[in-house]
């Protein structure tokens, strides 16, 4: 089983401030580091550092910050496909932490939002029934739909994570099969229970510190977060729900509690560490959590 994640590849660029600053202010701040990130991105390294064949399909601009998108990716055991796109800027995210352990977080989305339909169908070649899509809310309604119907077409299992949340998915659920969400984008689509009835056969629930939960019309499993010290929740739900689905993958492909288990040890090493792709457990982190 292959993975294909068609999503954003973004540079995460993280600044510790005293506060945030009031409109109109001019501030201090101290850059802490600066790191691969996009959910795309996030997800598809941690797939591939779990063992499981990736592919990993973005779009970036002709810039530096895109050039370093791939120099980056180049030391990550994954496929990846980055189409520079004339007159669009590679995509960035820019993190403020306070001494408080509060964050915010601006991200553009300007590469993200220039796939088309037809480059989101061109990332599936070569799948095969039974491979994984893998796909979050950062592309446009359009691509997101056609790489959904094409994996249909394919035999392909979807799974989705809809973070950003977008109105879009809401039409989109009878061509899913995951669904990974957190209580807020659960509360946001109606419930578990409506995500169950408009299309998705499985809904895995994250509640951060209070675990997760993997619920089908047949019932439902919650397993506990692992305690521990937290630094920074930073990618937190994308290193959970990619260690459970390669997990899964490596298994026969069924979830269950063993691979919600495996999400959440991968998820709180994440938590406990500053940074984002930086902070992901690496490949012999991977191996010890998955051989438990
Ligand atoms: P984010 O948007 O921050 O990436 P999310 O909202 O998508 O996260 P959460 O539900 O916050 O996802 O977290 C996903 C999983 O990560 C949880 O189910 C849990 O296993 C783990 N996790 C998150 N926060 C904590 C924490 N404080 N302590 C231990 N584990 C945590």
Do not use: Y
């Not at 799948?127 to 950062?138: E, I, P, R, T």
């Not at 809904?203 to 019309?217: F, N, S």
């Not at 919600?260 to 012999?284: E, I, N, Y």
Request: aromatic share 4%; with cysteine; hydrophobic share 50%.
């Amino acid at each position: 089983m292959r993975a294909f994640v068609i999503g954003n590849a973004a540079l995460d660029e993280t600044f510790s401030v005293a506060d945030f600053p009031a409109p109109g202010a001019s501030i201090f701040g101290t850059m802490l580091s600066q790191d691969l990130g996009g959910k795309g991105l996030n997800q598809a390294v941690t797939m591939a550092r779990a063992g499981l064949a990736c592919r990993f399909a973005a779009a970036v601009g002709h810039d530096a910050r895109g050039e370093e998108i791939a120099r980056r990716l180049e030391a990550e055991p994954l496929e990846a496909h980055l189409t520079a796109l004339d007159g669009v800027a590679s995509d960035l995210s820019m993190i403020l932490m306070t001494g408080r352990g509060e964050n915010a977080v601006i991200t553009t989305r300007e590469a993200a939002s220039a796939v088309t339909p037809a480059m989101a169908q061109a990332a599936l070649e070569g799948a095969a029934a039974g491979d994984l899509l893998v796909m979050q809310g950062n592309l446009g309604a359009e691509a997101t739909r056609a790489a959904l119907l094409r994996a249909r077409e394919r035999g392909m299992k979807s799974v989705v994570n809809p973070s950003p949340l977008q109105p879009f998915f809401a039409d989109l659920w009878p061509l899913v099969d995951i669904v990974f969400v957190n209580e807020g984008e659960a509360a946001a689509f109606g419930g578990t229970d409506a995500l169950l009835e408009a299309g998705p056969r499985e809904v895995v629930l994250t509640r951060g510190a209070r675990g997760a939960a993997l619920i089908t019309r047949q019932g439902r499993i919650d397993v506990p977060a692992e305690p521990c010290a937290v630094i920074d929740t930073t990618g937190a739900g994308d290193c959970f729900m990619a260690v459970t689905l390669a997990s899964a993958a490596q298994r026969g492909g069924t979830l269950d509690a063993r691979a919600l288990a495996h999400g959440a040890s991968a998820a709180a090493l994440t938590v406990s560490r500053a940074g984002t792709v930086g902070a992901f457990p690496d490949r012999a982190e991977m191996a010890r959590i998955l051989a438990t």
